[in-house]
T-cell receptor
Framework: GAVVSQHPSRVICKSGTSVKIECRSL??????MFWYRQFPKQSLMLMAT?????????EQGVEKDKFLINHASLTLSTLTVTSAHPEDSSFYIC??????????FGAGTRLSVL | DQQVKQNSPSLSVQEGRISILNCDYT??????FLWYKKYPAEGPTFLIS?????DKNEDGRFTVFLNKSAKHLSLHIVPSQPGDSAVYFC????????????FGTGTRLQVTL
């Protein structure tokens, strides 16, 4: 299967700071990538769909000005959590849709905001 | 509103026996379903999928069954192996593709010796 690299795997930051998470597809050029969030004991929830070269599409209830997504190339998408607050502490995971009608996932980033 | 539900948070099965993981959904618009397996500190990896035009799909030891009238799907693993111990997620989409997936909360499978 395709390889997706996500960094960092864990980040701890102070409230009010911004955090950038990178997601790279290592062996596949991805037109469309996805960002999910998972709170404890809940399922993965789609936050936004990232399209290369165009603006991301956000799901209802997700603040686009807080969660900035950049998909500038076919192999890289970034999610920036701006002015992070403790309630943004969560597990963030990226994926891209590859061949065979499958989404391939990164290993995720655990964000803790103090 | 949890549209995809995995009501069993955990399951323990003896090696060599069949593991059956269940998933229920409420949205009748879902037409494509996937199962993912996740090991600790890794991302979910694709296992098997099924389109709503089918009721069964098989790949080696893994078989997925879909009952549209009951809005229920299940993953059968036969025979179960210790390496199958992981968290299993079912996911669904409504456009026939692996886009905008809605996930269940997962079932932790433990295969014992």
């Amino acid at each position: 299967g395709a390889v997706v690299s996500q960094h960092p795997s864990r980040v701890i930051c102070k409230s009010g700071t911004s955090v950038k998470i990178e997601c790279r597809s290592l062996d596949f050029q991805a037109t469309t990538m996805f960002w999910y969030r998972q709170f404890p004991k809940q399922s993965l929830m789609l936050m936004a769909t990232s399209n290369e070269g165009s603006k991301a599409t956000y799901e209802q209830g997700v603040e686009k000005d807080k969660f900035l997504i950049n998909h500038a190339s076919l192999t890289l998408s970034t999610l920036t959590v701006t002015s992070a607050h403790p309630e943004d502490s969560s597990f963030y995971i990226c994926s891209f849709r590859g061949g065979g009608n499958i989404q391939y996932f990164g290993a995720g980033t655990r964000l803790s905001v103090l | 509103d949890q549209q995809v539900k995995q009501n069993s948070p955990s399951l323990s099965v003896q090696e060599g026996r069949i593991s059956i993981l269940n998933c229920d959904y409420t949205n009748s618009m879902f037409d494509y379903f996937l199962w993912y397996k996740k090991y600790p500190a890794e991302g979910p990896t694709f296992l098997i999928s099924i389109s709503s035009i089918k009721d069964k799909n098989e790949d080696g030891r893994f078989t997925v069954f879909l009952n549209k009238s009951a809005k229920h799907l299940s993953l059968h693993i036969v025979p179960s192996q210790p390496g199958d111990s992981a968290v299993y997620f079912c996911a669904a989409s409504w456009d026939g593709t692996a886009s905008k997936l809605t996930f269940g909360t997962g079932t932790r499978l433990q295969v014992t010796l």
